[in-house]
């Protein structure tokens, strides 16, 4: 089971960049798909962002796409989450988790434990 560790959060302002990582250990990371997902306080948890097990497909959620990017390193076991053009409603907790296919995390199906996530707040 992949246990991930989300670090990089932080505040920022409008229109700033971030780049999240997420490292997880488990002997399943270099085989799964692995997402990276949002609860913004008061709101459910939502997939942003997906990459397949290998990083040749990736998939997004529409209020990102353009302005995000999903990658991973499977030699370091970590997945990045690069962020531009931050919009305050962006603000929220990014978690990190996995699954067996990409087409399958991105319905919001997850194998894994979740971590303690980090803060992204954009000031506007």
């Known amino acids: 089971q992949v246990q991930p560790v989300e670090s990089g959060g932080g505040l920022v302002q409008a229109g700033g960049s971030l780049r999240l990582s997420c490292s997880a250990s488990g002997r399943t990371f270099g085989s799964s798909a692995m997402g990276w997902f949002r609860q913004a306080q008061g709101k459910e948890r939502e997939f942003v962002a997906g990459i397949s097990w290998n990083g040749v497909s990736t998939y997004y959620t529409d209020s990102v796409k353009g302005r995000f990017t999903i990658s991973r390193n499977n030699a370091k076991n970590t997945v990045y989450l690069q962020m531009n053009s931050l919009k305050p409603e962006d603000t929220a907790v990014y978690y990190c988790?996995?699954?067996?296919?990409?087409?399958?995390?991105?319905?919001?199906?997850?194998?894994?434990?979740w971590g303690q996530g980090t803060q992204v707040t954009v000031s506007s």
């Open positions: 988790n996995a699954h067996r296919s990409l087409g399958e995390i991105t319905a919001g199906m997850i194998s894994g434990s």
